[in-house]
């Protein structure tokens, strides 16, 4: 069966060698995948089916084998260069954990120390306490769940290729949001205009929903049910990931509609020196702590303090359902260095929930040996034309 990889054999080995020194240093002998990330990064291997039980075993020598369901055999194939796939078959007493028991005493694994994605969306609560009473007495188990993580926060040029071309499509979605965004406009339609932008230019559905706003609930920053047309006088918030190969770049706009309050210009003003101030602050060989202080020294200065956010922004990357944030965020005291090759999301958030104003404003930069270089070239303005 012909392959789709989206990078190189020769990459994705790299990559898996990587991990497999990562294992060693700290001494493990495999690793349990349960993130799809993980799984992606090292493989290829393209899928939802993480939704149920399913591993990727990686060896500290490199084995593999992945255990999942029948839907998923032929999706291995054509993604992946996984060659042993196991599946496990669906029934009111299946046990998956104790078949993936099974694999590991074949790779003999009885006695020795595997690492644990046990922070994954692929591995519910339930699924965990199974797989810890199937290896119970059988192996030592070790959270594991950042190992594949900290190597992914570095992209590879091929991957950052996919970032910027994600960074396009936002930007293309995002003029389209500008072009609509007018009184009676309908949320439902501008949506649909900017992921149209996106599939047409050959991205991605994102890895969770794009959020629109307007009238009080442009003071959200999450997504929820139910659209309305915008006033004749009215705010939209926009938070938009444009995806290219599951690599995401976002953008954040609060737009004012038929004209702008006072305070809200006044709130831009702050919010748009701030990002600037952040991005300056993102340099590599600092710490990215800098970063949430450089926002939240200029948005106090502002009078903003109770307004703000604790945290402005997070790494992207190749993400999978439900959620297109990665480590690390940015946080007071966030200790992580900033290194060349990082890719950020820098979003400036103020909500004055007494007056019913909101101001957001975002986007995606890539650490340089210069600095940050922000990946979106649209303006920043409060209104949309």
Known sequence: MTR???????????????????????????????????????????TFGFVFFQCLFLGADGTMVLLTRAPDRLQAAQTSVIEDVRIWVDAPDAGPAEQLRAILEEKRCRGKRLGVEWEAYGLTARNGQRLSAALDGFCTLADASDLVSHLRVVKSEAE?????????????????????????ADEGEILAAMQGAVLRGGGDEPA??????????????????????????????????GSYRHYHAAVMRTLAIGGADPRLVDM?????EALHASEAALRPGRPIGEVFDAHARVLDAAGYREMRMNACGYSLGNTFAPNWMDWPMFYRGQPYVAEVGNVFFIHIIVFDAANSLAMTLGRTSEVTPAGARPLSSAPLALTPS
């Open 268 to 272: 831009h003003k702050a919010s748009v």
């Open 208 to 241: 969770n929903e794009q959020i629109i706003g307007s009238g009080p609930h442009a003071l959200l920053c999450r997504t929820h049910t139910g659209r309305r047309r915008l006033d004749a006088r009215d705010m939209l918030t926009i938070e938009f990931a």
């Open 4 to 46: 789709k990889l989206h990078f190189t054999e020769a990459e994705l080995a790299d990559r898996r060698d990587r991990a497999c020194r990562a294992m060693q240093t700290a001494g493990l002998d495999g690793l349990l995948c349960f993130r799809q990330e993980s799984m992606f990064w090292l493989t290829g291997y393209d």
């Open 160 to 184: 950052l290729a996919y970032v910027r071309r994600a960074a396009a499509l936002a930007d293309e979605a995002l003029a389209q949001g500008y072009a609509m965004a007018r009184p009676g």
